[in-house]
């Protein structure tokens, strides 16, 4: 059965995530493309339905996003979200103007045209996130007002055409009707079937994987987390003792990680795991570099060339290796732009972009398109452990983004005591499950501090904890200040080098969640 897909064209909002997550809670799949996209590229996907996402140009700027107009005459359904709803009329012969009076944040709409079923359900009035500078002040041929705010107009319709646009934000949590608005777009108008369920997933992935490997063999690389995990039994689950799992010891993993992770990924999913100490090659690639760039892409070109090196021994093994299993997600897709558009890159990812041109392997990239939640869901139902499934988020770079300034094995041994020290109090509290990410950040920051008569010039460390859905945001989570007395009181009495503790209180946005 093909999957149903609703297609995003991404104009640069800073909401458009959120499209995708709203749909994808229906269980609907949904992808995003840049609005540069060509025509054939959304017709790939066959969509149901296509949302064009708001954005923070004018229609008139002379570097606006690039969208190709034809999109409006595809046939599927289409709903503009604000910039969206300025492209339709730009490229339908309406009129597009600057605001006399600008519109941010809460609003109420009149809804004048009750029958459109984008409406459908909906009371008169609504309480909605407005988020413009343009408005439209002239319709296209066809289309019709369909709600207004105080300042502005604030939806159009043309059900011949079957295109819908709304000047405010529905995805967002400010909008508290929003998401029956997406529901009636994605249900009452587009027909989808919300049949994207996590055995469905399995089902179409296990079966996409075993007609695309056949009979070659399979390496796939393990962290220990949940992305990982999920993505070595999916493919285990569809070519069984076609796969070697390679663990990399980066020299820049937890405390007792590199024994632990074996033994979860043998003993409880059963895997074959091979596993390599690579600490010495990785901390020589580390030496004297600060710039975090350059550490992520030091750290991702070493983690493949060591994966190079195991393939050429596993494939003398078995005759031959034709595969690498990575545990890309989607968001680690947006944030290095493989997705390109007006969006703008935050940070890249070292299993994001594809291999070298020297290395032979072809990626199989299971959980390319799921965000972190999702991939939990699909854990569950194929009965993995919640020790692994519950697992916090854990950069690939390891402790190498957590340490500001050159990684050193001695930063790293004093990082890896500092860091044991926060998840053990937050699980000792009860707390390790309610919290996206809990950990220590090693600054390359040194201060005179007092310990017992001593005079001290030791390191500071940073606490961070945040809640997040996905990663895309993350609020600062305001731990109990018991807990945060006892890390602060372990911290500097048993990690000999840190004699000051520090709490991040910056959310994201503006700050990201990693402090590098």
């Known amino acids: 059965m093909d999957t149903q897909t609703i297609v995003i064209l991404d104009f640069g909002s800073q909401y458009t995530q959120l499209i995708a997550r709203r749909i994808r809670e229906l269980n609907v799949f949904s992808v995003v493309l840049p609005c540069t996209a060509d025509l054939a590229e959304i017709q790939k996907h066959k969509p149901f ?122 995805e967002v949590h400010h909008t508290p009707l929003g998401p029956q608005l997406i529901k009636n777009f994605v249900f009452g108008i587009c027909g989808a079937a919300g049949d994207w369920t996590p055995a469905h997933f399995i089902e179409a992935t296990v079966a996409s994987i075993r007609a695309k490997v056949g009979s070659d063999h399979v390496i796939c690389g393990l962290s220990g987390g949940v992305d990982s995990s999920v993505a070595a039994m999916l493919v285990h689950k569809a070519i069984g003792s076609q796969l070697t799992c390679i663990f990399v010891n980066n020299g820049v993993l937890r405390k007792n990680e590199f024994a632990q992770v074996q033994k979860n990924l043998r003993d409880k999913l059963g895997l074959n795991v091979v596993a390599v100490d690579a600490t010495e090659r990785f901390l020589a690639q580390l030496a004297g570099v600060t710039d975090p760039e350059t550490k992520r892409k030091r750290i991702g070109a070493e983690f493949i060339a060591v994966f190079d090196d195991e393939a050429t021994r596993i494939a003398k093994e078995t005759g031959g290796v034709d595969w690498l299993v990575q545990g890309t997600l989607y968001p680690d897709v947006i944030e290095s732009s493989s997705v390109k558009g007006p969006s703008q890159t935050i940070k890249s990812h070292h299993n994001v972009g594809g291999l070298p041109d020297h290395m032979k392997l072809k990626l199989i990239e299971p959980l390319r398109d799921l965000f972190k939640d999702e991939v939990r869901r699909i854990g569950r139902d194929m009965g993995m452990p919640e020790e692994i499934l519950g697992r916090q988020p854990f950069p690939g770079p390891g402790l190498a983004v957590r340490i500001l300034g050159e990684v050193t094995r001695e930063r790293v041994a004093l990082l890896q005591e500092a860091d044991e020290i926060v998840v053990s109090e937050i699980k000792a509290a009860g707390l390790y499950s309610k919290i996206w990410q809990s950990f220590a950040v090693l600054l390359p920051v040194m201060s005179v501090g007092v310990m017992g008569d001593q005079r001290t010039y030791a390191y500071t460390a940073a606490v961070r904890a945040v809640h997040s859905e996905d990663g895309m945001t993350a609020d600062w989570t305001p731990l109990p200040y018991d807990v945060l007395k006892r890390i602060s009181s372990r911290m500097v009495n048993e990690v000999r080098g840190i004699n000051r503790v520090v709490y991040d209180i910056t959310s994201k946005p503006p700050g990201t969640i990693e402090w590098e």
């Open 49 to 170: 339905g296509i949302i064009l996402s708001g954005g923070p140009s004018s229609v008139y700027d002379l570097d606006a996003p690039a969208a190709d107009a034809r999109l409006l005459e595809l046939g599927p359904p289409i709903l503009g979200i604000c910039y969206g709803l300025h492209f339709i009329v730009h490229h339908l012969g309406g009129k597009v103007l600057s605001a006399p009076k600008r519109e941010y944040g809460h609003a109420e709409v009149t809804i004048e045209d009750g029958s459109t079923p984008l409406f459908a359900g909906l009371p008169s009035t609504m309480q909605v996130w407005m988020s413009h500078g343009d408005e439209a002040i002239e319709l296209p041929g066809g289309f019709h007002r369909a709600a207004v705010s105080s300042n502005a107009l604030a939806a159009i319709a043309n059900e011949e055409r079957r295109i819908w646009a709304v000047q405010f934000h529905p």
